[in-house]
């Protein structure tokens, strides 16, 4: 079993230098440790409900002494998803393997990991988050990029019992391609998986209807994006919906690269043509490596992303995370809410997760005064809005972790749950909101 950690609760993040993560520390998976009782305050009592100490909800719980986290040493990769009944399935890449562990606990222990691509290898990068979901009746399916040379195909292993064994893996993509990257998994509401992916410029996307015992495979959804920006998907009323980071040329020598979505509706196998969910253009003639996040309450969708708009110098020396909603199922977006305060410093890879309340909370990279770091706000205006920053973990805390990066934030049952990784390799923690 997985041994837990206790880390001073000052944290930080990021920048792409940090992809050239070494982790030559040890073992993976050892034993069981629980975590201990909720965050108390100096005088040892709990933070008290709806602001007794003057702060919000959110505030008294990250504001406490430390958080405990679950740390993949030897991990090059991490992601993770919650089913509906709450069991938490952690995938996490080492060499060239994916491995799921879950606990049953909401991530007070970890089972031990178990091998998801057996027979074949895996494309392990931190900037390559692994694809993971599961559904309430223990279905986990885990999708990776084959590599094979400088191509690769989509592949996808499946576990019928609570990922404790998984399937030979299966080619969802078919032939090989030049420069396949960044594939991700999506469930809609009745449990059929939603793949995407970039494939030689172009979007990949696999749907399935069937609970993924067959798939149409559409190779070339947009033919001209940013190649190493992750798309996401989403499944929603019976549509399907994939969110991505396009590229134009307004002349030869400038390029831009916007945030758009399609979207496919129930009953149909074309996809409905694009809308741009940016307001302002971005001109940036290189790949920032730095996808779309996007979540729905069943009725507004909401997309965050990072752009350098504002970034008169050109170089990413100011960068800032956005987010806009459509309330129409995708046809018109808002106006681009910035989520960020701080201004010309570098902000990148925002992660969102949103709540029973309808609270969007926002968890993205940060590089300030030589610092790297997570930061988190929240919003509770539907996004017009966001709380001032505040760090989560940090490259200063003299661990050596240097740039905290590629995060991933879900909300459950009144608790936040983030993986990252770093220079130590990968982690998972959570922390509880609280009442209010």
């Given at each position: 079993?997985?041994?837990?950690?206790?880390?001073?609760?000052?944290?930080?993040?990021?920048?792409?230098?940090?992809?050239?993560?070494?982790s030559n520390q040890?073992?993976?998976?050892?034993?069981?440790?629980?975590?201990?009782?909720?965050?108390?305050?100096?005088?040892?009592?709990?933070?008290?409900?709806?602001?007794?100490?003057?702060?919000?909800?959110?505030?008294?719980?990250?504001?406490?002494?430390?958080?405990?986290?679950?740390?993949?040493?030897?991990?090059?990769?991490?992601?993770?998803?919650?089913?509906?009944?709450?069991?938490?399935?952690?995938?996490?890449?080492?060499?060239?393997?994916?491995?799921?562990?879950?606990?049953?606990?909401?991530?007070?222990?970890?089972?031990?990991?178990?091998?998801?691509?057996?027979?074949?290898?895996?494309?392990?990068?931190?900037?390559?988050?692994?694809?993971?979901?599961?559904?309430?009746?223990?279905?986990?399916?885990?999708?990776?990029?084959?590599?094979?040379?400088?191509?690769?195909?989509?592949?996808?292993?499946?576990?019928?019992?609570?990922?404790?064994?998984?399937?030979?893996?299966?080619?969802?993509?078919?032939?090989?391609?030049?420069?396949?990257?960044?594939?991700?998994?999506?469930?809609?509401?009745?449990?059929?998986?939603?793949?995407?992916?970039?494939?030689d410029g172009n979007?990949?996307?696999?749907?399935?209807?069937?609970?993924?015992?067959?798939?149409?495979?559409?190779?070339?959804?947009?033919?001209?994006?940013?190649?190493?920006?992750?798309?996401?998907?989403?499944?929603?009323?019976?549509?399907?919906?994939?969110?991505?980071?396009?590229?134009?040329?307004?002349?030869?020598?400038?390029?831009?690269?916007?945030?758009?979505?399609?979207?496919?509706?129930?009953?149909?196998?074309?996809?409905?043509?694009?809308?741009?969910?940016?307001?302002?253009?971005?001109?940036?003639?290189?790949?920032?490596?730095?996808?779309?996040?996007?979540?729905?309450?069943?009725?507004?969708?909401?997309?965050?992303?990072?752009?350098?708009?504002?970034?008169?110098?050109?170089?990413?020396?100011?960068t800032d995370i956005?987010?806009?909603?459509?309330?129409?199922?995708?046809?018109?977006?808002?106006?681009?809410?910035?989520?960020?305060?701080?201004?010309?410093?570098?902000?990148?890879?925002?992660?969102?997760?949103?709540?029973?309340?309808?609270?969007?909370?926002?968890?993205?990279?940060?590089?300030?005064?030589?610092?790297?770091?997570?930061?988190?706000?929240?919003?509770?205006?539907?996004?017009?809005?966001?709380?001032?920053?505040?760090?989560?973990?940090?490259?200063?805390?003299?661990?050596?972790?240097?740039?905290?990066?590629?995060?991933?934030?879900?909300?459950?049952?009144?608790?936040?749950?983030?993986?990252?990784?770093?220079?130590?390799?990968?982690?998972?923690?959570?922390?509880?909101?609280?009442?209010?």
């Open positions: 079993m997985q041994k837990f950690r206790s880390l001073g609760f000052q944290i930080f993040i990021l920048l792409l230098a940090a992809y050239a993560c070494s040890s073992a993976i998976i050892d034993d069981e440790t629980s975590l201990p009782d909720l965050p108390v305050d100096e005088q040892g009592e709990s933070p008290g409900e709806n602001g007794e100490t003057g702060l919000s909800p959110v505030e008294n719980a990250l504001l406490a002494p430390e958080l405990e986290i679950l740390d993949f040493h030897d991990g090059k990769s991490v992601n993770f998803t919650i089913s509906s009944n709450g069991i938490i399935y952690i995938a996490f890449g080492k060499g060239t393997n994916l491995y799921v562990m879950r606990s049953l606990d909401m991530g007070r222990t970890f089972e031990d990991a178990v091998l998801a691509n057996s027979g074949v290898s895996a494309t392990v990068y931190a900037w390559e988050v692994p694809a993971v979901t599961a559904t309430e009746e223990g279905v986990v399916r885990v999708a990776f990029i084959l590599p094979e040379g400088d191509s690769g195909s989509v592949w996808m292993a499946v576990s019928e019992d609570g990922g404790q064994s998984f399937s030979p893996s299966r080619n969802i993509s078919g032939n090989s391609m030049p420069r396949t990257y960044l594939v991700q998994l999506s469930l809609d509401e009745l449990g059929n998986p939603i793949l995407s992916w970039l494939q979007l990949g996307v696999a749907r399935s209807f069937d609970r993924g015992a067959t798939f149409a495979v559409y190779d070339s959804v947009d033919a001209e994006t940013c190649d190493c920006c992750q798309p996401q998907t989403l499944g929603m009323n019976g549509q399907t919906y994939i969110v991505y980071r396009n590229l134009e040329f307004s002349d030869p020598d400038r390029q831009i690269r916007d945030i758009y979505l399609v979207s496919m509706d129930q009953g149909s196998t074309i996809f409905n043509p694009e809308v741009r969910i940016s307001d302002a253009p971005w001109y940036f003639n290189a790949c920032p490596i730095s996808g779309t996040s996007l979540v729905s309450d069943g009725e507004t969708i909401y997309v965050s992303w990072m752009d350098g708009r504002n970034d008169t110098a050109g170089n990413l020396s100011q956005w987010l806009a909603s459509s309330s129409d199922g995708g046809q018109t977006f808002s106006a681009n809410w910035r989520v960020n305060s701080t201004s010309g410093v570098f902000n990148n890879r925002p992660s969102i997760a949103l709540d029973e309340d309808g609270g969007l909370h926002v968890v993205w990279e940060t590089q300030n005064d030589g610092a790297d770091m997570l930061n988190y706000a929240w919003s509770g205006d539907g996004g017009v809005t966001f709380t001032e920053a505040i760090p989560i973990v940090s490259s200063d805390d003299g661990s050596g972790r240097g740039a905290p990066n590629n995060p991933s934030l879900v909300y459950f049952g009144g608790n936040l749950y983030i993986t990252w990784m770093d220079n130590l390799g990968g982690h998972f923690t959570f922390w509880p909101l609280g009442d209010g």
